[in-house]
């Protein structure tokens, strides 16, 4: 629907995509005025031997770069500052982010943390540093977190065991590869979790109050992308399904940018911050209570990401496909192996009315509760939880 008030849409990164586009690296960097790059990655990445195809383009355009490969996953305040030591070190003036959300979130802080000082523990919020980060080139190597496009960025405070989002207009990375020959290799269970994730991404998109035909247009694209192409991506070595699925996360996380993110990714938070839960599974495995509990209020939108998801529009009223949708993202999560509940190690009973009160405190998750089409008061998040541990047919 139309807003009544004022919207701002933002997406200033930009994107180059298809299969042999990191071939382009070098010379983008060189455009970029980058003459010394600081690759920030992992292990596994390092293993898998794709940072080869990433140091290649530079040598080929004569700019040196060295790698940072400590970042773990979901990584802290310590990660950061060891990176940004390295970088200062190496007097590197470009960061390369390659990975999952993990290393591309600590690339994009490191560059942060390299121009306005201090520990990225200084910036959580929105809006709180004044300088712009360092140029840097995001590239994924799961179609899943989005984060290449987008202004937030989640690094984990060891110390209180949460993940803090730090986010500003000016934290968008310039430039995103977008090569889906880095994903031939990815696993069947890691391309599933973090495909999932980028499709709740986008169904919390269209869920929202600040949804427009704008970022509708986008999350549909990207529901309708991921839902025709990710098992058949998950399970093979297609690089035009994983192409397809990589477009559409990037898809999702510029819409859930601008419309927001909403109740599944808030619910998700307690889960992965108090009990390490990786992101993916967390949302994958929350996603079917979140919608059953949002559809009443919500049936319109959940219809047309019911025609996004293969149903025909004219087929059933509103409130019937909307009930379709559901059972179409429970037949995909069933088709990617997903469980359906989770494990007492993954959610303690015991601290489900913790968990409430952390998503009933101001901060970014409470906006994400509170921006869904039907807000969740006390009650609903306890009764949520304890829906997540019993199971859905
Ligand atoms: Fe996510």
């Given at each position: 629907m139309?807003?009544s008030e004022m919207?701002q849409?933002?997406?200033p990164?930009r994107?180059?995509?298809g ?7 070098g010379?983008e960097v060189?455009?970029?005025g ?6 920030v990655s992992?292990q596994?990445?390092a293993?898998?031997?794709l ?6 383009p ?11 490969i400590?970042?773990p ?8 500052s060891?990176g940004?030591e390295l ?5 590197a003036?470009?960061?390369?982010g390659?990975g ?13 943390v390299?121009t306005n000082g201090g520990t990225?523990?200084d910036?959580?919020?929105?809006g ?6 360092l ?7 799961t179609?899943?977190?989005g ?5 937030v960025t989640?690094i984990?405070d060891?110390?209180?065991h949460v ?8 934290a ?6 977008l ?6 290799s990815l696993?069947?269970?890691q391309a599933a979790?973090s ?6 991404h986008?169904i919390e998109?269209?869920?929202?109050t600040q949804a427009t035909p704008l970022t509708d ?8 992308l991921?839902g025709?192409?990710l098992?058949?991506a998950?399970?093979s ?9 990589l477009l ?12 927001r ?10 889960i992965?911050?108090?009990f390490?839960?990786p992101h ?7 996603l ?7 559809l009443?209020e919500?049936?319109?939108?959940m ?8 149903e025909n529009?004219?087929s059933?009223p ?10 179409r993202?429970?037949a995909?999560?069933t088709?990617l192996?997903f469980?359906?509940t989770?494990?007492p190690?993954?959610?303690d ?8 009160d952390?998503?009933l405190q ?6 994400f509760?509170q921006?869904?089409l039907?807000?969740a008061?006390?009650?609903?998040l306890i009764?949520?939880y ?7 047919s």
């Open positions: 139309f807003p919207r849409y933002l997406a990164t994107l180059l995509y299969p042999g586009t990191l071939s382009q690296l010379q060189k455009n970029m980058g003459s010394s790059v600081l690759i992992d596994g990445i293993r898998a031997g940072l080869e195809g990433v140091i290649e530079l040598s080929q355009a004569g700019i040196p770069a060295e790698t940072f400590d970042v996953v979901d990584p802290g305040v310590a990660c950061i060891q940004v970088l200062q070190a190496l007097q003036d470009l960061i390369v390659v999952g959300g993990s290393p591309m979130c600590a690339a994009k802080a490191i560059a942060l390299a990225i523990r910036y959580v919020g929105f709180q540093f004044s300088q712009s980060p140029p840097t080139v995001c590239i994924p190597t179609a899943g977190s984060t290449e496009v987008s202004a989640i984990t060891e110390e209180q993940k803090m989002a730090i986010g500003s207009p000016l968008y990375p310039p430039l995103a590869i090569d889906p020959e880095l994903l031939i696993p069947f269970w979790a495909g999932v994730d980028a499709l709740s986008a998109a269209c869920l929202t247009a986008l999350a549909l694209g990207a529901i309708q991921l025709e192409n098992v058949h998950a399970s070595r297609d690089v035009i399904a994983k192409g397809a699925c559409g996360s990037s898809m999702a996380n510029i819409a859930c940018g601008n419309a993110l909403a109740l599944n990714h808030a619910l998700t938070w307690p992965s911050s108090l390490g839960v993916g599974l967390a949302n994958g495995v929350m079917p209570y979140t919608l059953e509990f949002v009443p919500a049936s319109e939108a219809a047309r990401v019911a025609v996004a998801m293969g529009p004219s059933a509103a409130a019937q496909l909307a009930q379709r949708g559901l059972d993202v429970k995909l999560l088709a192996e469980p359906t989770f494990a190690d993954q959610l009973r015991t601290r489900i009315p913790e968990m409430a952390m998503l101001p901060g970014i998750y409470s906006l509760r921006v869904t039907r807000v008061g006390r009650e609903d009764e949520l304890e829906r997540s541990l019993a199971g859905w």
